[in-house]
């Protein structure tokens, strides 16, 4: 008897987000894998370091910022932005089921009525899981990431989980740790009840 893939379903991502586990395909058409860093990178949402230039952006209110009003336009504008992308059909049908679930969530920036830049992820207790970002107007998605830090830290959420590390990240105050200390991150984090939206 030859064995069968389990389909994605929003369970069962949300039982691996709770192991630290996380799925991604490896291009648009390909199979879904699951994967575990070890580094991890991710922000305490307290200590994020945001640059003078973009913190004046933010006040210059440039665009207007909004949470969950197009969850599925985010997704698929992140899924566009190039043809290796990992956000395959499957990733945006189960992601569009934790957003129905309330476990999804994106922020978004928008001029002149026009959808130009947004992230999204999943929160689960104190945590959460960044999964990708995209911009149509420069400044927009960092805008959304200064938003979501915000928010983060209002609500009470004690880690921002960004997966892999870049040097972009870097500079905004992202850190490495190790998957032991990531679990223990997380079991704490799973603890608390925090509310996104």
């Known amino acids: 008897m030859r064995w069968r893939r389990p389909r994605l379903t929003a369970e ?3 039982r691996a987000y709770a192991q630290g586990l996380f799925p991604m395909a490896r291009d648009r058409r390909g199979p879904i894998e699951w ?3 070890d ?3 991710v922000f305490d949402p307290h200590r994020v370091h945001l640059s003078r230039s973009l913190r004046r952006t933010v006040r210059r209110g440039l665009f207007d910022v909004r949470i969950n ?3 599925a336009g985010v997704v698929a504008a992140c899924a566009d932005r ?3 992308t990992w956000i395959s059909p499957e990733i945006e049908r189960v992601y ?3 957003h129905a679930l309330g476990y999804a969530h994106s922020v978004e920036a928008y001029r002149d009525g026009a959808l130009v830049g947004g992230l999204y992820g999943v929160a689960l207790g104190g945590a959460f899981v960044g999964e990708s970002m995209f911009h149509r107007a420069t400044d927009a998605s960092k805008v959304c990431f200064a938003h979501l830090v915000e928010r983060l830290c209002a609500r009470g959420f004690i880690i921002l989980d960004t997966q892999f590390m870049t040097a972009h990240l870097a500079s905004l105050g992202a ?3 190790s998957a032991a200390q990531y679990e223990a991150i997380l079991a ?3 603890r608390l009840d925090c509310r996104f939206a």
């Open 12 to 14: 069962l991502v949300l």
């Open 35 to 37: 994967f575990r860093p």
């Open 39 to 41: 580094p991890r990178a």
């Open 69 to 71: 009003a197009d969850f």
């Open 82 to 84: 190039d043809e290796d």
């Open 96 to 98: 569009g089921e934790l």
């Open 175 to 177: 850190f490495y740790v």
């Open 188 to 190: 704490e984090a799973l």
